[in-house]
């Protein structure tokens, strides 16, 4: 009876795995801004203190994608001046771990990975602005996150679990981890009136 617990448990952790990579990507979405929501319910137009962001992002990769944080100070203009990633992936280079984690999980990065800051693999992003007090008080969730986050399972906790937590800290509402990570980008903005 064990083992057939255990078989049907597999079973259903792949059939998960393979459902979540069953449709393609669209080709680049446009960037989204928006300018006068910090915290979710904090609506402000104008305001003058937003010098900081927060961007959920996703990218293309030779799989499915990646979702993945960057955050800093804005400069004039609304360019960043300083940028910090932060997202959840297997902690190697070699394809081996990556493909090991759909099946049990496996040491994870919680850091920037290839790809993350070149513009020509961005699929989807929303970009928030913050106060300080907002900016701060998010970057200290991410290095909670970042210092607990030690392993990656592509159907329980992947790279969209991981900013699912970070939105819902600042209290928008997250989609569910098992879309593509452009899917789950924009799904993240349109949910939460992006």
């Not at 969730?141 to 970070?166: D, G, P, T």
């Amino acid at each position: 009876m064990t083992l057939f617990k255990s078989r049907a448990s597999l079973l259903f952790l792949i059939s998960l795995a393979i459902t979540s990579c069953q449709s393609e990507d669209k080709p680049p979405l446009p960037r989204y801004t928006s300018e006068y929501r910090g915290y979710a319910g904090t609506a402000q137009s104008g305001r003058s203190d937003a010098r900081y962001f927060i961007e959920f992002r996703s990218r293309y990769a030779l799989t499915y994608g990646h979702s993945y944080v960057i955050f800093g100070q804005l400069g004039k203009g609304g360019r960043p001046i300083t940028q910090e990633v932060a997202g959840l992936a297997p902690a190697s280079n070699d394809p081996a771990p990556y493909v090991l984690g759909h099946f049990v999980p496996v040491p994870a990065e919680t850091g920037a990975s290839d790809g993350d800051l070149e513009e020509e693999y961005r699929s989807a992003s929303w970009r928030v602005k913050l106060t300080e007090a907002e900016y701060r008080k998010t970057v200290a969730f991410i290095r909670q996150l970042q210092a607990k986050s030690k392993l990656w399972q592509a159907s329980v906790y992947n790279c969209n679990a991981f900013v699912a937590e970070i939105a819902q800290s600042m209290g928008y509402k997250a989609p569910a981890i098992w879309l593509r990570p452009q899917q789950f980008i924009t799904k993240l903005r349109e949910m939460n009136g992006g």
